[in-house]
T-cell receptor, first 108, second 112 residues
Framework: QKEVEQNSGPLSVPEGAIASLNCTYSDRVSQSFFWYRQYSGKSPELIMS????GDKEDGRFTAQLNKASQYVSLLIRDSQPSDSATYLCAVNSEKLTFGTGTRLTIIP | ETGVTQTPRHLVMGMTNKKSLKCEQHLGHNAMYWYKQSAKKPLELMFVYSLEERVENNSVPSRFSPECPNSSHLFLHLHTLQPEDSALYLC???????????FGPGTRLTVL
């Protein structure tokens, strides 16, 4: 079983809609959770961090964490073409482990 | 300079060449990492240094040799590479192992 799992996509969402990206993890003692955005040919950029159950909002981005279900998600409201990228979920237990990423395409 | 910097940004080398990639972090972090990312593939963790000590080596071939002279600098020495080693090489740093990592812009390596 992979430690951090994401659907590889591609996930296509119309411009202006909500994009929902999901991530599950296997280590129950994980404490910190991160979302990175990676444009094609570029390096990953940290966009959200979440440490406790519930929602955390930052502009158009909302991270949701449910430790009981070992599930973390990222919602992007009012999706823009510039949001088209690969989104990486990263989970910390003893070390930071990355998922394989979900490729998101926003359709104008 | 701010954040994490990497040089060179692009590198083309032959299989018999020796070259080095350089990474420098200006964030006061204690841990540094080398990742490899091949086209359309996920990140592969290569090496981890914590307080200048190598703490992880993920079965990386010996033609890749890391060096961490201090907590701000990390090198990846390359020799007798293969064409399949062509990839984006990313350096990252973090406050400690398990904390969020900040990435440099990467070195796009092509081995001919």
């Amino acid at each position: 079983q992979k430690e951090v799992e994401q659907n590889s996509g591609p996930l296509s969402v119309p411009e202006g809609a909500i994009a929902s990206l999901n991530c599950t993890y296997s280590d129950r003692v994980s404490q910190s959770f991160f979302w990175y955005r990676q444009y094609s040919g570029k390096s990953p950029e940290l966009i959200m961090s979440i440490y406790s159950n519930g929602d955390k909002e930052d502009g158009r981005f909302t991270a949701q964490l449910n430790k009981a279900s070992q599930y973390v998600s990222l919602l992007i409201r009012d999706s823009q073409p510039s949001d088209s990228a690969t989104y990486l979920c990263a989970v910390n237990s003893e070390k930071l482990t990355f998922g394989t990423g979900t490729r998101l395409t926003i359709i104008p | 300079e701010t954040g994490v910097t990497q040089t060179p940004r692009h590198l083309v080398m032959g299989m018999t060449n020796k070259k080095s990639l350089k990474c420098e972090q200006h964030l006061g972090h204690n841990a540094m990492y080398w990742y490899k990312q091949s086209a359309k593939k996920p990140l592969e963790l290569m090496f981890v240094y914590s307080l200048e000590e190598r703490v992880e080596n993920n079965s990386v071939p010996s033609r890749f040799s890391p060096e961490c002279p201090n907590s701000s600098h990390l090198f990846l020495h390359l020799h007798t590479l293969q064409p399949e080693d062509s990839a984006l090489y990313l350096c990252a740093s973090s406050q400690g192992r398990g904390y969020e990592q900040f990435f440099g812009p990467g070195t796009r390596l092509t081995v001919l």
